[in-house]
């Protein structure tokens, strides 16, 4: 059964409270559980992490990597824009991910426009809303099938 692990990165601790009008209503929390009953039905396991620190996040895909996971959806929040670290523990390990962000990068502030994940992830959900890790979640295990298929 495939593993696919959920990461979030800083401030996504913060869903529910933090500019709802952006990233909605719902806290990470609830997220985690529905999320959870419903991609658990498409025969994976899910598990899920969030930090607000690079070096926790970096400590993760490398131990992703050993503990049998499959694929990380990750929302890198801010980091998206400012890290190389995380770019490169994608890349150490080969780990095949998917980016995604709650709110349209693109239609917000420029410095928000500049990713150091996007290029080199397998594919990029951006301003569908919380939608956005389902979504991130079947196109992963679509993309772990065409693999296997091959
Ligand atoms: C975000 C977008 C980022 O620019 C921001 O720093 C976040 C959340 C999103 O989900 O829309 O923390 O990744």
């Keep these: 059964m ?3 692990l959920f990461l979030n990165g800083p401030n996504l601790n913060l869903l529910g409270k933090r500019e709802p009008e952006i990233y909605g209503n719902f806290s990470l929390d609830e997220l985690e559980g529905t999320l959870t009953s419903k991609i658990s039905k498409m025969n994976c396991e899910v598990s899920w992490y969030q930090s607000n620190a690079e070096a926790e ?4 895909i490398h131990a992703s990597a050993t503990d049998g996971v499959d694929f990380v959806v990750i929302n890198p929040g801010a ?3 400012t890290s190389i670290a995380l770019r490169d523990a994608f890349l150490g390990t080969s780990m095949p991910f998917i980016e995604v962000h709650i709110s349209n ?3 917000r502030e ?3 426009h500049k990713s150091y994940l ?3 992830a397998v594919g990029v959900i951006s301003g569908v809303g919380i939608i956005g890790y389902e979504l991130g979640a079947i196109a992963a295990l679509n993309w772990l099938s065409l693999k296997k298929n091959n």
């Design 118 to 120: 996007s290029d080199v």
């Design 110 to 112: 420029t410095f928000r």
């Design 105 to 107: 990068v693109y239609s």
């Design 57 to 60: 996040l970096v400590d993760k």
């Design 2 to 4: 495939p593993k696919l």
């Design 79 to 81: 980091f998206t824009h």
